[in-house]
C-alpha cells in the first residue's frame, strides 16, 4: 500500500535547504519517490496531511542506556569513577519488571525529541519486552554489555559469552540486532576481552578515553596507549562505535579514522561528569566518523537528543574559537547516527527508510536561517510527529503509546520517592 505523506516543507538533509510543494511517497515502508505533491497524489492510495511542518530526517542515538531514566540525579558532583561506583551499587539491584517500564518512559523520551534508531548498552530481556509492548518499528540495537570486573557481574558475563549466539539469535528473530558490548579496557578482564574480539560477525560498541583517570589506569595496566590496546586486540578492525573519546590525543585520531570506526560523542554527560570536552573538530579534520549520543539520563539527565547537538556545536565553538555550522552536528545525529547503527535511514532519498519527523512551525519563533534553528529552538514539543517505515510513532505532538508511557512513568515515580 502507498502512502503520500505532504507538509508546508521537506527537508531532504540537514545540510539543504526545505523546498515547499513537493510530497513523500512511500511503498511498504521505503521512501520511492519525492515530488511534486499534486502529481504523486495521482499515484497514491492515502494522503496524510501533516499541516504546517517541515519534514525532515530523523535521528540516531548511538549510545545510551535507557533505563537509566530511573537513576536520575544519581552521584550528583562526582566524577566518572566515584560516579560508577554508586550506579553499579544500585543497578544490582534492579529487577526486570522496573526495568522494563523505566525502558518504556526512556524510548517515549527519544523518541520525542525526534530520534528513530538507537543502540542501548544495557540489560536485554527487558528492553525486548519494551519494544515488544510498544509494537512499532523502532531501529533497535542491543548491546549486550560485559564487565567481568564489577564484582556482580563478573559470573554473568562469562555466561552470556557461552550463550551468545543464542542470545543473538533471540534478538534477530524479534526484528533486532545485537551489539557486543563490553562495557570498557578497565571494567572487563583482557582474557575476555580477547574472547569477545575473536569473535566473527558481530558489531561492537565500548567506553573507551572518557576521562585522564581511565586513560591512566589504562596505561598502567597495559603498559601502552589505550589506542595501542585497541589495536592489539583487534577491536579497530570490527564494525565498532567507541563512546566518548574524550582523551584520544590528536595524533592517535589517524588511527581511528577508518571507515568501520564510529566515535559516539556525548557532550552533556561528558560534560557533567567533569570528563572534559571531545576534539571533535579535529576527529572530524582528520577523517574520523562522529556521531552523536545521548548517554543514560543517570549522567546527562535528559535523553533530548537537541540538547546534545546544541552542547556538542557550542562547547566545540568556545574550545576551538572557530564557528563551525550546527547544521553539520545536526547531520552527524542524523546521517551519521544511521549508518554506525546500520540504518538506511538520515536522509530523505529514494530507497531510504520512510524514517522522519516533522517540525511544527507554529512553535518555531521567525529565523533568518531555518535549518539552523530547528537545532537552536529543537525540543521535543516542536516535533508534532515522528513516522519509522511509514508508521506514525508520535502523531499530532502525542505518542501513539502514551497511556503506556504515563503507566511507565507513575512506575518509576513510585520506584524514585522509595528509594532516595
Known amino acids: 500500500m502507498s502512502i503520500l505523506f505532504k507538509g508546508r516543507y521537506i527537508l531532504k538533509d540537514y545540510l539543504d535547504e526545505p523546498i515547499e510543494g513537493s510530497g513523500i511517497l512511500v511503498n511498504d515502508g521505503v521512501i520511492e519517490e519525492i515530488g511534486d505533491y499534486h502529481h504523486l497524489k495521482k499515484e497514491t492510495d492515502e494522503v496524510v496531511d501533516l499541516g504546517d511542518v517541515i519534514i525532515a530526517p530523523s535521528f540516531a542515538n548511538t549510545h545510551s542506556h535507557i ?3 530511573a537513576l536520575r540525579g544519581i552521584g550528583e558532583g562526582k566524577r566518572l569513577h566515584e560516579w560508577l561506583e554508586q550506579v553499579w551499587s544500585v543497578e544490582a539491584k534492579l529487577d526486570h519488571e522496573l526495568l522494563f517500564y523505566a525502558n518504556i518512559v526512556g524510548i517515549g523520551e527519544l523518541v520525542s525529541s525526534g530520534v528513530t534508531s538507537f543502540l542501548d548498552f544495557y540489560d536485554v530481556p527487558p528492553m525486548l519486552r519494551a519494544l515488544r509492548e510498544i509494537d512499532s518499528p523502532l531501529n ?24 551468545l549466539s543464542q542470545i543473538r539469535d533471540d534478538v534477530r528473530s524479534q526484528g533486532y540486532e545485537l551489539f557486543v558490548s563490553p562495557h570498557s579496557l578497565y571494567a572487563v578482564s583482557e582474557e575476555l576481552l580477547r574472547e569477545l574480539f575473536r569473535l566473527e560477525g558481530y558489531k561492537y560498541q565500548i567506553h573507551f578515553a572518557e576521562n585522564s583517570e581511565e586513560v591512566a589506569e589504562i596505561r598502567s595496566a597495559y603498559k601502552r596507549d589505550p589506542v595501542d590496546v585497541l589495536i592489539q586486540l583487534g577491536a579497530l578492525d570490527k564494525w565498532i562505535i567507541l563512546a566518548h573519546s574524550v582523551m584520544v590525543p590528536p595524533e592517535r585520531l589517524k588511527d581511528l579514522a577508518r571507515p568501520n570506526v ?30 552523536i549520543g545521548t548517554d543514560g539520563a543517570g549522567s546527562s539527565e535528559t535523553l533530548d537528543v537537541f540538547e546534545e547537538i546544541r552542547l556538542a556545536n557550542f562547547m566545540m565553538r568556545a574550545v576551538t574559537g572557530e ?19 546500520g540504518v538506511r535511514a538520515g536522509k530523505l ?31 521535543p514539543e516542536v516535533v508534532k510527529d515522528v513516522v519509522i517505515k511509514g508508521r506514525l510513532i508520535k502523531k499530532d505532538g502525542s505518542l501513539v503509546f502514551d497511556e503506556l508511557y504515563k503507566k511507565a512513568l507513575d512506575r518509576i515515580i513510585g520506584f524514585i520517592q522509595e528509594k532516595r
Open 140 to 163: 533497535a540495537r542491543l548491546g549486550l554489555a560485559f564487565m567481568d570486573k564489577v564484582p556482580y557481574m563478573k559470573e554473568e558475563s562469562w555466561r552470556r559469552l557461552k550463550n
Open 349 to 379: 532519498l529514494p530507497g531510504m527508510n520512510a524514517d522522519f519527523i516533522t517540525y511544527d512551525l507554529r512553535k518555531l519563533y521567525p529565523s533568518w536561517d531555518v535549518v539552523s534553528s530547528l537545532a537552536y529552538q529543537g525540543r
Open 67 to 69: 533505563a537509566m531514566v
Open 323 to 341: 564557528i563551525v555550522s550546527i547544521k553539520n552536528i545536526m547531520r552527524m545525529a542524523s546521517y551519521g547516527g544511521h549508518a554506525a547503527l
Open 262 to 291: 564510529y566515535i559516539s560523542h556525548c557532550p552533556v554527560s561528558n560534560a557533567r561528569l567533569g570528563s572534559g570536552v571531545a576534539p571533535v573538530l579535529e576527529m572530524v579534520k582528520r577523517g574520523v566518523n562522529v556521531t
